[in-house]
């Protein structure tokens, strides 16, 4: 925290008063826009930024994975910021890095676990099996369902924006999981962009699906999902969002979306950091149980689109899960 005396009039001094202010930089591994995760953690520091009056800097660091570390030993060399907080499970290494460099500095993760212990890197992570079996078990209601442009064919999808370790481990298998707890006959479409942003990808990939009889498709695709927006929109076929309430986009395509908070991560961290309570050295997981994993229940649209029957199951669903009695990559307890 840096200390700053406070000027009177023409160059005088307040002798023995000190303003202190607290600095943060939020770096994102990518660009905000188009992106619901980014778009949502942003707003979240800016509220508590204004909330608490800390000076907040948020850096867009762009799709270049091997320019996230030298933009965060470059803002780390500044030496401006008592908390720099950042993104993925693509950064808990560079951030460890950084951190031995400048072990005075203090740093964050959201949706990417550090488990080095380091004293001065805090990390959260997140259950991304239990927000992508919501999503399943969804895409297995719609898809056996009578609704409007639901088919008999018994297939959902799943389009990523690349393959990464929690998508393989979690949230694939988490999503399958949850479609065929509804129908073991579920078949399960998988599809991989290659790219966070390539909206003309995302369309080929949505289009093939659908011609293959998927009615539903459960996009993980950041910037590529504006293409398969597109297509199912041109297609008549149905969508569910990941991370942020997106619905308004499409709403009469996009049913729902389970949502991460990491709007509600960014804000503890900031408000534990500046009171000096943050628990650094550790790291926390949080799902359904701790409000961090969430569904659109509230949203007009979903309210709207999506028949009774459905909604009720899923509020059961939701509430085994807070309860802990689904495992969503295993079996039920």
Not at 259 to 284: H, N, P, Q, S
Request: charged share 25%.
């Amino acid at each position: 925290m840096v200390g700053r005396a406070l000027p009177l009039f023409a160059g005088l001094m307040i002798v023995g008063i000190v303003v202190l202010s607290y600095s943060v930089a939020l770096l994102i591994p990518g660009q905000v826009g188009g992106n619901p995760i980014f778009e949502s953690t942003v707003k979240g520091a800016k509220e508590m930024a204004q909330k608490l009056g800390i000076d907040l800097k948020v850096v867009e660091a762009g799709y270049n994975m091997s320019r996230w570390g030298s933009i965060l030993m470059g803002l780390s060399a500044t030496g401006k910021y008592d908390l720099i907080i950042t993104l993925t499970e693509g950064m808990p290494e560079n951030v460890e890095k950084s951190a031995r460099m400048f072990p005075r500095i203090k740093y964050a993760i959201i949706d990417g676990v550090s488990r080095s212990k380091l004293p001065n890197v805090f990390s959260i992570g997140f259950r991304d099996e239990e927000m992508s079996f919501l999503a399943g078990y969804f895409a297995g209601l719609v898809t056996t369902s009578s609704m409007e442009n639901s088919n008999s064919d018994l297939k959902v999808g799943l389009i990523a924006g690349d393959i990464y370790p929690t998508m393989m481990r979690k949230i694939k298998p988490g999503f399958e999981n949850g479609a065929k707890a509804v129908n073991e006959e579920i078949k399960v479409l998988f599809s991989v962009v290659g790219s966070w942003h390539d909206p003309k990808k995302g369309e080929e990939l949505a289009e093939m699906m659908f011609k293959e009889g998927v009615d539903v498709v459960f996009m993980v695709a950041g910037g590529s999902n504006a293409g398969i927006i597109r297509k199912a929109e041109d297609m008549k076929k149905y969508l569910i969002g990941v991370d942020a309430n997106i619905i308004h986009l499409s709403p009469n395509t996009i049913l729902a979306c389970v949502l991460k908070r990491c709007d509600l991560a960014v804000k503890y961290i900031m408000e534990k950091a500046y009171e000096g309570k943050l628990k650094f050295g550790t790291f926390e997981i949080w799902g359904v149980k701790e409000g961090a994993i969430d569904f659109t229940f509230d949203d007009p649209n979903y309210l709207r689109n999506v028949p009774n029957d459905i909604r009720v199951k899923m509020k059961g669903i939701y509430e085994e899960l807070k309860k802990g009695l689904i495992s969503p990559l295993g079996s039920s307890k």
